[in-house]
């Protein structure tokens, strides 16, 4: 468990000092005259481009925890693509384990984009379903009841 804690204070100091960076741009920028100041509306992507550019990673195709096709959300801190319902139970889970975000209803920074695509479904669960097989709670498919999917995504983050 230590080692998943690492990953996960690894991910995200990563992306706060990214964070920090942009926000010390925007504060220089802020000084200078107002059209210099929409630096980011040219380099940031799409919605629709980033539901495309997560979805083509290896894995992201599908739901990280169900394998329900054709994700529309995201886990930033995890970095997984989510079907709704998992989502859902992402985001009862708190956002000290998962930050839940729409990759069709929400903007995208590039950082973040990137992140994402570095990470994805299949390098996270090899590492969160390492010891699958000494689980107590097996993998849900889609269309399983809800109950059964917050069992296994409870035992695998929590």
């Known amino acids: 468990q230590a080692w998943i804690l690492a990953v996960q204070s690894s991910i995200a ?3 706060n000092e990214r964070r920090e960076d942009n926000y010390s741009k925007t504060e220089r920028s802020a000084t200078m005259s107002p059209g210099v100041f929409d630096f980011a509306a040219e380099a940031r992507p799409g919605k ?3 539901l495309e550019q997560v979805q083509s990673i290896p894995g992201n195709a599908q739901c990280c925890d169900c394998n329900e096709p054709q ?3 995201a886990s930033i801190n995890l970095g997984i693509t989510l079907c709704i319902e ?3 139970i992402h985001r009862s889970l708190g956002v000290h384990f998962s ?3 729409s990759l069709t209803l929400d903007s995208w920074e590039p950082e973040l984009l990137k992140l994402m695509c570095e990470l994805g479904n299949k390098n996270i669960n090899q590492i969160y379903e390492a010891r699958i097989e000494e689980m107590t709670v097996k993998k849900p498919h889609p269309g399983q009841h809800r109950q059964e999917k917050e069992a296994w995504i409870r035992a695998k983050y929590v």
């Open 86 to 88: 998992c989502s859902g």
């Open 99 to 101: 930050k839940v975000r």
């Open 13 to 15: 100091t990563a992306f």
């Open 71 to 73: 994700p529309e959300w």
């Open 48 to 50: 629709e481009q980033a």
